[in-house]
C-alpha cells in the first residue's frame, strides 16, 4: 500500500500527483493530474481524490497497463473534429478556411495540443481586431470552444483553455449595406437575363426564381427546390417543405428546410400565374429549376449571374429583405409577416425588414407635436 502522501504536491489550492513509470520500451513518463478546491469543494476530499488516484495509477503502472501519452498537434486535434463535426460541406468549408487563416497561422500547425494556454488564445483573438469584423472573431472562438470539446473527449487534454477567454471587440466599424431593393430594380435585373443569357432554358429559370421570390418573400434556396408535388396553382399556393443547399456529404441536393418554422403555406398571387406557366412549360419533371446539365440551379449561381450583370448593384437575397419591409411598413401584423418569412422569432423578422432614409424621414413628418 502507498504511503500515505507519496507522490503527492501540496499546493496553495489544490494537491497534484505525479508518478514515474517506464513504458515496455524504457522510455520514462509521468502520469500526473491536479486536484482542486474549486473542483472539489473542499481541501480534504481533493486530497482524498489525489490518493484515489494514485493508488489506482500505481496498480496500473504494476501491471504494464500504461499507455505513453501521445502528443496530438493543433492540426490532428482540428482534423479529428472535423471528421465528426455534423455539419454541411459548405459550413465545413467556411470553417477550415477560418480555422486556416486564423487559428492555425497564428499557432503553429505543429504545435502540440496540450501545450497551448490560456494567453495562447486570448492573443489569438486579439491579433484580430484590427482586421477582422466581430462575426469573424466570434466564429473563430467557436472553433476554439469545439476544439477543446473534442480534445477533452479524446482526453487529449482534461482542462478547457478557452473558459476564462474573453472575445475582443473588433477595430472596424461596419455599416449595414443597404437591402432595400424595389421592383424596377428586379424587373430590370430580369431583362438583363432575358437579353444576356444565351441559355434560354437557364433565363427563363433565373427570371422566374426573381420574380417568385419578389411575389412571395421565400428563400433562394427554397425557391430552387421548388417541386410540382407541393404546388396547387388551382388553390394557390406553395406548401414550402425543402430546399436545396449541401449536406455533409453532398455539395448540392434537395434537404429539408433551415428549420421546422420555415415549413409553411405561402399564397400564390395572380402576377406569379404567367411565371409558374412559363416554368411548367420548360419543366422536364417535378422539380421545376433543373438546368439542362442535370444539375440543380442554386442560389448562388443566380446571385452571381445577377451580381455581375448588373455590376454588383443587385443581389437577389436583398428581395426578401424588402418582402419582410414592405409587410410591416403597410401594416401587416407581425405574426404574419413572421410566418410568411418562415421565422421562428419575430425579432428575426423586424432584424430582415430594414429602415432607410425615405422612411426615416417620413416617420419625423408624420410625428404629431403638441
Known amino acids: 500500500m502507498a504511503r500515505n502522501n ?38 480534504p476530499k481533493a486530497l482524498e481524490m489525489a490518493k484515489k488516484f494514485r493508488d489506482e495509477a500505481k496498480v ?20 479529428g473534429m472535423m471528421e465528426l463535426r455534423n455539419c454541411s460541406l459548405g459550413t465545413k468549408k467556411k470553417e477550415a478556411g477560418t480555422y486556416n487563416r486564423y487559428i492555425r497561422t497564428f499557432i503553429g500547425a505543429d504545435r502540440v495540443f496540450s501545450s497551448i494556454k490560456f494567453d ?26 469545439r ?3 473534442y480534445a477533452i473527449a479524446k482526453e487529449i487534454v482534461i482542462k478547457d483553455e478557452t473558459y476564462n477567454v474573453v472575445i475582443p471587440k473588433s477595430d472596424i466599424i461596419t455599416i449595414k449595406k443597404p437591402m432595400e431593393t424595389s ?25 422566374g426564381a426573381l420574380l417568385i421570390m419578389w411575389y412571395t418573400g421565400m428563400r433562394p434556396g427554397e425557391v430552387m427546390a421548388l417541386d410540382k408535388r407541393n404546388i396547387d396553382l388551382d388553390c394557390k399556393t406553395i406548401f414550402v417543405c425543402q430546399s436545396v443547399g449541401s449536406t455533409s456529404t453532398e455539395a448540392i441536393t434537395i434537404k429539408r428546410t433551415k428549420n421546422e418554422y420555415s ?33 440543380m440551379m442554386t442560389g448562388n449561381f443566380l446571385s452571381s449571374v445577377c451580381q455581375r450583370l448588373t455590376h454588383n448593384t443587385f443581389r437577389p437575397y436583398t428581395i426578401r429583405h424588402q418582402f419582410s419591409t414592405d409587410l410591416i411598413t403597410n401594416g401587416a401584423d407581425p405574426r404574419t409577416t413572421q410566418e410568411l418569412m418562415g421565422h421562428k422569432e419575430s425579432t428575426m ?22
Open 6 to 43: 507519496e507522490y503527492i504536491e501540496k499546493r496553495k489550492e489544490s494537491y497534484r500527483v505525479k508518478i514515474p513509470y517506464c513504458d515496455s520500451q524504457g522510455q520514462k513518463g509521468y502520469i500526473s493530474h491536479t486536484f482542486t478546491l474549486k473542483k472539489y469543494g473542499s481541501m
Open 120 to 145: 495562447d488564445i486570448q492573443k489569438c483573438l486579439n491579433n484580430m481586431v484590427s482586421t477582422c469584423k466581430d462575426d469573424t472573431i466570434q466564429r473563430t472562438k467557436s472553433i476554439w470552444n
Open 60 to 79: 496500473k503502472i504494476a501491471n504494464g497497463m500504461v499507455i505513453k501519452e501521445k502528443h496530438y498537434t493543433l492540426d490532428q486535434v482540428f482534423n
Open 183 to 207: 421592383f424596377d430594380e428586379v424587373m430590370e435585373a430580369v431583362k438583363l437575363i432575358d437579353e444576356r443569357i444565351t441559355n434560354r432554358r437557364d433565363s427563363i429559370l433565373m427570371q
Open 263 to 295: 415549413i409553411r403555406y405561402v399564397p400564390v398571387v395572380e402576377d406569379l400565374l404567367p411565371v409558374f406557366d412559363k416554368l411548367y412549360a420548360i419543366s422536364k419533371g417535378d422539380l421545376l429549376f433543373m438546368r439542362d446539365n442535370g444539375e
Open 349 to 370: 423578422t423586424i432584424g430582415y425588414a430594414r429602415s432607410n432614409e425615405e422612411l426615416k424621414r417620413k416617420a419625423l413628418e408624420m410625428r404629431k407635436y403638441n
Open 147 to 149: 476544439l477543446y470539446r
